[in-house]
């Protein structure tokens, strides 16, 4: 289980970051690297660490199942994700 904080930062950094996209977006169109620079450094997506949703582990992130591979492996076991069960020959 990750620090409340670090969740915490995580949630208001995917939040700036979504706050952002369309200014960043237009900016870059434009090539106006000078106001993109002024932008906070937070809403840049290349900073944003991936996390765990249930328990916010940053390391071994399954980005296609959302979490890390500790919860997956556990909710594999007991059949609660859809399509994935455990391997046997």
């Known amino acids: ?13 995917k939040a700036m970051i979504a706050k952002y996209a369309d200014i960043r977006r237009e900016l870059k169109k434009e090539g106006n690297y000078a106001e993109l620079a002024k932008l906070p450094k ?5 900073r944003l660490r991936n996390r765990d949703e249930l328990d916010g582990r940053p390391r071994a992130y ?7 591979r500790l919860n997956f492996r556990k909710y594999a076991h007991m059949g609660q994700i859809p399509g994935v069960h455990k391997a046997s020959w």
């Open 62 to 68: 399954m980005r296609k199942f959302g979490m890390s």
């Open 1 to 13: 289980m990750a620090k409340k904080s670090k969740v915490a930062k995580y949630e208001r950094q």
């Open 42 to 46: 937070d809403s840049n997506p290349i």
